[in-house]
């Protein structure tokens, strides 16, 4: 029987183990990743429950493991929200697990370093895409679009990205995929260096960057889903009154209309002074 958690933890494992076969030369196996993904892709069919899944999870692993795991299943998700058929599902989802392999390559003094990093240091991080497709280049089991994935996710529309500098219709489909999907990762997690937000904030700066580095028609169907999925549950507002959400404004997404006690509070209105500060 399929059992969410059980692939999740399943799925953790084998991200540490990917990174720790790598800082110690020893040999790569893929096929684990590949059980994982036919798993998912076969047996995952409730949206709102693999978003609550990821919801109660979050933070629970090192972020080193457990980033590329959700961004496997954030992606999955947007894949069939973009109605991907099974097999371009799987290589979806095996992109997500691998994408961020190159930064196994990376000391952790750095990838965790909380202080500011120089240029040198960022160009050392930017390197981790180009590292990533060296390690998997020799494999010819991997589909060449997963391959393209490793080394182009951090190519953005507008042509700010590395290591190329691509600009839109240039970046393979699950580069852009992956794009939104660990965006919205990185901020809803606590990371060393940053504090993590709640996803209604992520949801909403996805959408500010839909206009140039991000693709649009992705962003507008991951924002409109997540709305419809954050509109009724349970908030902690900042005078530590626990409420609903009533409705939330595509313009304001992080300042929705909040239920408490049978009180209405617009968050958007400055003069009510109140924010969310977590999802419950």
């Known amino acids: 029987m399929f059992h969410l958690k059980d692939v999740y933890n399943q799925a953790i494992t084998i991200s540490h183990s990917i990174v720790e076969n790598i800082r110690f030369g020893r040999q790569l196996y893929l096929e684990p990743i590949d059980m994982c993904s036919i798993q998912i892709c076969k047996h995952v069919e409730d949206d709102e ?6 919801h109660s999870v979050q933070d629970k692993y090192p972020y080193l493991y457990s980033h590329p795991v959700n961004v ?3 992606s999955f998700l947007i894949g069939k929200w973009l109605n991907l058929d ?5 290589n979806l989802v095996r992109a997500g697990f691998l994408y961020d392999i190159g930064k196994a390559k990376i000391r952790d003094s750095l990838l965790n370093k909380a202080e500011e990093l120089t240029l040198e240091e960022m160009e050392i991080i930017k390197s981790h895409s180009v590292l990533g497709y060296r390690i998997l280049k020799g494999i010819d089991t991997l589909d060449p679009e997963v391959l393209q994935t490793v080394v182009f996710h951090h190519e953005r529309i507008d042509g ?6 691509l600009k839109g219709d240039k970046i393979n489909l699950f580069s852009r995929i992956i794009a939104v999907a660990d965006t919205f990762d990185a901020i809803i997690s606590t990371r060393t260096y940053s504090t993590k937000e709640i996803p209604l904030k992520a949801a909403e700066e996805i959408q500010a960057n839909s206009s140039n580095q991000l693709d649009s028609s992705i962003c507008h169907i991951f924002v409109n889903k997540l709305i419809n999925y954050y509109t009724g549950r349970e908030v902690r507002l900042s005078n530590e009154q626990v409420g609903s959400i009533v409705s939330i404004n595509p313009d304001r997404i992080s300042k929705p209309v909040v239920c408490c006690q049978n009180t209405h509070y617009d968050l958007s209105d400055e003069i009510v002074d109140l924010e969310i500060v977590e999802v419950l």
């Open 160 to 165: 700010s990205g590395y290591p190329l500098g």
């Open 72 to 74: 496997a299943l954030i």
């Open 86 to 90: 099974e097999k371009r599902l799987e």
């Open 49 to 54: 429950n693999l978003l609550e899944f990821l």
